[in-house]
Antibody, heavy 123, light 110 residues
Framework: QLQLQESGPGLVKPSETLSLTCTVS??????????WGWIRQPPGKGLEWIGS???????YYNPSLKSRVTISVDTSKNQFSLKLSSVTAADTAVYYC???????????????WGQGTLVTVSS | QSALTQPRSVSGSPGQSVTISCTGT?????????VSWYQQHPGKAPKLMIY???KRPSGVPDRFSGSKSGNTASLTISGLQAEDEADYYC??????????FGGGTKLTVL
């Protein structure tokens, strides 16, 4: 069955760039009809969609984060990655990756999700 | 793009039914039939429960159902069980290839 796993530093300094990778197993990241997304959740708060990428490199970003976000894909490694620049304490959150269905045929949903990784922004 | 509005908490006794609302605008919930719902237990990743307003993924009990009227979507859980106690989040397509989540609702089973 399809599984996703986030990895990356758990601590990032203010003004630096947060970098995370999501490894997909049990299926190919090059599957048609599916994007691959990043979602975050600040401690004790709700979910926020960050952005999504197709295996071809096509991306969608949350307008409120677009200026600081870059999502990329490496099909040879079955991975996709997130970079968030100029981070502040407000970017402290659990970061999840998930398969993202975005077309009429499949419907719109996020499933499955990785277990999430906590990233703390602090000096 | 503002977060969708959900009640902070709802509660119900075992066997009862509860409904969680998710209010947006005509630019998101009201404009598309692309509302999904997620269940999140403490310390766990969210789990897809409903998509496209009222469709249930395989494996999700039929006690969970979804609907929409105007700019408000709803998740109804009937025959409440102790394991349903969790946080629930709605999500809607908001046009221009963007998606927005609700603030989340804590369901307590009394």
């Amino acid at each position: 069955q399809l599984q996703l796993q986030e990895s990356g530093p758990g601590l990032v300094k203010p003004s630096e760039t947060l970098s995370l990778t999501c490894t997909v197993s049990g299926g190919s990241i090059s599957s048609s009809s599916y994007y691959w997304g990043w979602i975050r959740q600040p401690p004790g708060k709700g979910l926020e969609w960050i952005g999504s990428i197709y295996y071809s490199g096509s991306t969608y970003y949350n307008p409120s984060l677009k200026s600081r976000v870059t999502i990329s894909v490496d099909t040879s490694k079955n991975q996709f990655s997130l970079k968030l620049s100029s981070v502040t304490a407000a970017d402290t959150a659990v970061y999840y990756c998930a398969r993202h269905a975005v077309v009429v045929v499949t419907g719109h949903w996020f499933d499955p999700w990785g277990q999430g990784t906590l990233v703390t922004v602090s000096s | 793009q503002s977060a969708l509005t959900q009640p902070r908490s709802v509660s119900g006794s075992p066997g009862q039914s509860v409904t969680i609302s998710c209010t947006g605008t005509s630019s998101d919930v009201g404009g598309y039939n692309y509302v999904s719902w997620y269940q999140q237990h403490p310390g766990k990743a969210p789990k897809l429960m409903i998509y496209d307003v009222s469709k249930r993924p395989s494996g999700v009990p039929d006690r969970f159902s979804g609907s929409k009227s105007g700019n408000t979507a709803s998740l109804t859980i009937s025959g409440l069980q102790a394991e349903d106690e969790a946080d629930y989040y709605c999500c809607s397509y908001a046009g221009s290839y963007s998606w927005v989540f609700g603030g989340g609702t804590k369901l307590t089973v009394l």
